[in-house]
């Protein structure tokens, strides 16, 4: 198993809010960290996965956030990913993550799946 350490801003970051939502979710929970990567879905392409793990997978990214949680990113996503700011957004009740993704060429109308350029696609 081979994992890389990268430090925050190298390929994917995490705004303060993002990173306390992480934290709470985490909290209690027998995960030592959250997992971003991408799955085909929708209408337009894409649509990403986060989720509580127990630990880095073998081919994952390793990004350790400013508040010490640890971010693992499938490295077969990172074409897609890369540069990607995660956020949590409030309005009114709701909380979402929101994902500022400067690859991201169309979004569906409902804005659950998007699409890359084909330079992002194929960089991996």
Same mark, same amino acid.
């Given at each position: 198993m081979s994992i890389e350490t990268f430090n925050p801003g190298q390929s994917v970051t995490a705004? !303060? !809010? *993002?990173? &306390?939502h992480f934290r709470q979710q985490l909290q +209690?929970?027998? *995960?030592? +960290?959250i997992r971003l990567s991408v799955k085909e879905s929708g209408c337009t392409g894409f649509?990403?996965?986060v989720d509580l793990v127990a +630990? *880095? &997978?073998s081919e994952d990214l390793v990004i350790e956030l400013d508040n010490g949680i640890k971010l693992f990113v499938d490295r077969a996503a990172l074409p897609v990913v890369n540069g990607t700011e995660i956020d949590l957004v409030k309005e009114g009740l709701n909380r979402n993550l929101t994902f500022k993704n400067p690859n991201v060429s169309e979004q569906c109308g409902c804005g659950e799946s998007f699409n890359v350029t084909p330079a992002a696609e194929n960089n991996g």
């Open positions: 705004t !303060a !809010a *993002a990173q &306390e +209690g929970k027998p *995960a030592d +960290g649509m990403y996965t +630990g *880095a &997978e």
